[in-house]
């Protein structure tokens, strides 16, 4: 079974910096179709924030363009978010996602969640 474990989370002022890491534990993992980052805030439906593909492509939200980087180490299954300019709207509760294939389907496999908390 597959378990993934975020750090990084934390209060941080507007303007600064905050990395966000994600390892996968418990399990030799063989192959990953994508590793991620999401976000959710109460009343509202956890959204797609970053994203990486196995070929190493990226996707972004168009709010964090500019600002967020992710990035990823293969031989650690580790995935990490990068994120400068912090704006108290970027406040929320980051998950981490690992698809990862299993015969014929791809798996979600979702972090714990961390919290962000960008004020002054």
């Known amino acids: 079974q597959v378990q993934l474990v975020e750090s990084g989370g934390g209060l941080v002022q507007p303007g600064g910096s905050l990395r966000l890491s994600c390892a996968a534990s418990?399990?030799?993992?063989?192959?990953?179709?994508?590793m991620g980052w999401y976000r959710q805030v109460p009343g509202k439906q956890r959204e797609l924030v970053a994203r990486?593909?196995?070929?190493?492509?990226?996707v972004y939200a168009d709010s964090v363009k500019g600002r967020f980087t992710i990035s990823r180490d293969n031989a650690k299954n580790t995935v990490y978010l990068q994120m400068n300019s912090l704006k108290p709207e970027d406040t929320a509760v980051y998950y981490c996602?690992?698809?990862?294939?299993?015969?014929?389907?791809?798996?979600?496999?979702w972090g714990q969640g961390t919290q962000v908390t960008v004020s002054s």
């Open positions: 996602n690992y698809k990862i294939p299993r015969g014929a389907f791809t798996q979600d496999y």
């Open positions: 418990s399990e030799r993992i063989f192959s990953i179709n994508a």
């Open positions: 990486i593909i196995r070929g190493g492509s990226t």
